[in-house]
């Protein structure tokens, strides 16, 4: 999502992207979102889950009425974006074939292919610090010389300046910037971890976690906060 916000704040489409959120008709097991995207601050599973379900849909709208320099990079975005959805669905699977597994495989082969249209939004803080250092350095390079340029050419050489500013950002970040991060190869396992050991669902946390609140955080409130495990182990032992 870090990616696709980049890429719709660079379009000026995150605000059709909040508003298609928001107004997003109530489904079976789809609970009907009350914020926009960006107003919410803490994720919860079954906003996550809501997100898995729409995000591709909501993106395509967001995308509508694309200028002749927009048709290709959205189409591109598009395909990434399905590409990653398709896999993460297809993994939830409750059980599997080799056909199943073989699409695995191709939607991450896709995803993989496409995955270079959001290099530019995969920077890191130490990549970012070094682009502004250029970039002022290159500004501080121009501003004697814009004082020199002719008053009727001034526009056009701040134009040729801005365009030199981001030719220098856009090969930096593609120079420095990379998809070489944990989550990246972590994908490439879920093929061979379902053949070993079945369906990765059975592996989910959010049993552990529903455990925790119900036996732990619930007895904690009605505990005295005196003696608390043996108040929590003597109110769920009756």
Not at 60 to 84: G, I, Y
Not at 188 to 211: A, M, V, W
């Amino acid at each position: 999502m870090d990616w696709i916000e980049g890429s719709l704040k660079k379009h000026a489409r995150l605000q059709a992207f909040d508003h298609t959120w928001k107004v997003l008709p109530p489904y079976l097991r789809f609970f009907v979102p009350k914020k926009a995207y960006h107003e919410v601050t803490q994720w919860q599973l079954k906003e996550i889950r809501n997100l898995e379900r729409c995000r591709l849909r909501v993106l395509a709208v967001a995308l509508l009425q694309q200028d002749r320099q927009q048709v290709l990079p959205f189409k591109h975005a598009l395909d990434c974006v399905r590409a990653l959805v398709d896999f993460n669905m297809m993994a939830q699977y409750q059980s599997h074939t080799p056909e199943t597994i073989a699409y695995m495989k191709e939607y991450l082969d896709r995803f993989h292919r496409m995955k270079d249209i959001f290099l530019q939004f995969q920077v890191s803080k130490r990549t970012q610090a070094k682009v502004d250092k250029e970039r002022k350095e290159l500004q501080h390079q121009h501003a004697p010389s814009n004082k020199r340029v002719v008053p009727s050419k001034r526009p056009q050489s701040l134009e040729d300046d801005q365009d030199e500013e981001n030719d220098l950002r856009m090969d930096m970040i593609h120079m420095a910037s990379h998809f070489n991060i944990v989550k990246m190869p972590l994908l490439c396992h879920y093929c061979d971890h379902i053949r070993q050991f079945g369906n990765i669902p059975i592996y989910s946390t959010e049993f552990g976690e529903l455990t925790h609140k119900e036996q732990i955080k619930d007895g904690w409130r009605c505990s005295k906060k005196h003696d608390v495990e043996r108040q929590i182990h003597h109110s769920y032992g009756r």
